[in-house]
């Protein structure tokens, strides 16, 4: 029996479009990279909805952690080669290693550690395309939620639990994907 990490990747290499978006941020050689959010959450749960193809996320994720180089102008550049190698594509580059600083927590260690502090579990899954074309899935706290089709707040998302309310409704999910069980 696959487990809930390959189940993820499997449905993530069966998009073509979604593959394409991962061999251009794997040109950039970033570390500690992977897209994650919408880029995962949508195409699980649209797949888990039997929507097909997948709707395109309204921006594309991208992660990467270098904590010798916290300046927004890389993000940009980074932005830029993207738009560069897939043109017209709603990127959007962030390096973990800074986003401690608006959220008023300590610094993070690394990609994963960062997307505990996002507002729901379902979000914090990432993908990132390996040099032998394999899929690992960073999932710092579990596919289980997005594959059992249930939103629930981080332990960071209770302390912002007007945010993460908001956020749900802001994005439609309750509408989207009607299989989708809240939780608090």
Partial sequence: ???????????IAQDPVG???LRAVRRLGLPDWCIAAGFV?????????????????PDIDVLYFNAADLSK???VEHERRLEALSPGLPW??????????WKGV???HDTAHAMTFWLETVTAVGVRLEADDSLTVIAPLGPD????????PTDFGRTQRAAYEARIAAKRWRELWPKVTFLD
């Fill in 106 to 108: 300590p610094p993070h």
């Fill in 1 to 11: 029996m696959a487990s809930p990490h390959d189940i993820v990747a499997g449905i």
């Fill in 145 to 152: 939620d997005l594959l059992g089709l249930r939103c629930r």
């Fill in 19 to 21: 593959m394409e978006q």
């Fill in 92 to 101: 959007q580059v962030r390096n973990q290693a800074r986003m401690h600083l």
């Fill in 41 to 57: 959450r949508n195409r699980v749960w649209d797949h888990l909805h039997g929507i097909a193809p997948p709707r395109p996320p």
């Fill in 73 to 75: 102008q890389r993000e």
